[in-house]
């Protein structure tokens, strides 16, 4: 069974900084992108950031320029860098893992997710 964890949620005032980290762990063979989504309340959960194995990066147009996702391979981490925080940045960040083989001897693949960390930024 594959878990993540995440850590680095917290309260920082507008214009702060945190950095949120995201570690796999478990049977994993091989694994696609890894990325960070957000849901804010009553709003829809919506990707932040994602990269690939080979560091291939997408972001999301309202955080551009201010955060910066990153991810050790061989440590099946995924990080997310988020400076010049804003209070519309509040919301529940959860990590993803994509297409994650735990296997050798069959080719099946799965999505896994992290239970999620608050991020609250006050004005």
């Known amino acids: 069974q594959v878990q993540l964890m995440e850590s680095g949620g917290g309260l920082v005032q507008a214009g702060g900084s945190l950095r949120l980290s995201c570690a796999a762990s478990g049977t994993i063979i091989s694994m696609n992108a890894m990325g960070w989504y957000r849901q804010a309340p009553d709003k829809q959960r919506e990707l932040v950031a994602s990269i690939t194995p080979r560091g291939r990066t997408n972001y999301a147009d309202s955080v551009k320029g201010r955060f910066t996702i990153s991810r050790i391979n061989t440590e099946n981490t995924v990080y997310l860098q988020m400076n010049s925080l804003k209070p519309e940045d509040t919301a529940v960040y959860s990590c993803?893992?994509?297409?994650?083989?735990?296997?050798?001897?069959?080719?099946?693949?799965?999505?896994?997710w992290g239970q999620g960390t608050q991020v609250t930024v006050s004005s």
């Open positions: 993803n893992a994509e297409g994650v083989r735990t296997s050798y001897y069959t080719a099946n693949h799965q999505d896994y």
